[in-house]
């Protein structure tokens, strides 16, 4: 429990967009793939997943077809739009910055002021 | 790029709720159903990982109402639930109701009623040509204290000597013109 991480808000999307990038994805594979590519270190109520993936699909970012999963049920397949993609690459450039400022900030020393 | 999103939520909101509802339905449940098969895997009876699933998913009717929130169809729901309420109420008073609205349409013809006539009779401009232009003379009699119609014309169409020339710095004034139309029913 201790090694698991609580997602800042606003990084929803950023992990979702990822996740979807790598291949279309389900709702429930969103989250499988998510914890997969942490290595279990990054929850997410998967429950909480549904308003963001509309909330994407309204944006125009992800594209939603019906389709059917490995386990052979009807399922929402979610894959990205080229709006998607641009908009993904803007995320991760914001982020970068994000964590360069604070990795700069937690690193100063008093002798450096 | 919003008008038209926003014409597409009302549009869906109006001709494919149902589908919507059901398709958020169907999305969910297959969530827990995928995920409930995982747990079964992990050794798990159906009906604990069923309950785990459910458990894990969190608030389902939240996250529906979240989802519908996002959709932005939320508000012409609730739109239309006040609208099914206020009309249920309209229909449990009905005796106060019909005499409240009987009430209002009175109102409501007695002022459009009242309305017609003032704007004929003050508001629209006479049927001729130029109305603005129409003026009506009034002269006040030497050791009289009474006002008599002297005369009427139209600055247009009649020659000019029917009036002296001590009216004329009268005539160019706006004010007597303005005069001449609250005046006409004295003189015509």
Known sequence: ?113 | MTVFSSLRTFLDFVFRRSQVEAEMEEEFRSHLRSRADDLEHRGLSRGEAEREARIEFGGYQRYKEECRERLGTRVLQELAADVRYGLRQLHRNSGVNIVAILILALGIGATTAMFCVVDTVLLRPLPYRQPGRLVSFFSVSAGSLGICLHQAITLTGEPKRTYSKAWQPLIRAPILSRVTVLHRNSWM
């Open chain 1, 1 to 113: 429990m201790e090694s698991r991480a609580q997602i800042l808000p606003g990084t929803l999307d950023l992990l979702i967009l990822k996740a979807v990038s790598l291949g279309p994805l389900h709702g429930y594979g969103v989250l499988l793939r998510i914890g997969q590519i942490s290595n279990g270190a990054l929850v997410i109520e998967q429950g909480a997943l549904y308003p963001a993936l509309f909330r994407l699909v309204r944006k125009g970012w992800l594209k939603a077809t019906w389709g059917v999963s490995e386990n052979n049920q009807r399922a929402k397949f979610y894959e990205l739009t080229a709006a998607g993609r641009k908009r993904l690459r803007e995320e991760i450039e914001d982020w970068d910055r994000l964590v360069d400022a604070i990795a700069v900030v937690l690193k100063t020393r008093p002798e450096q002021l």
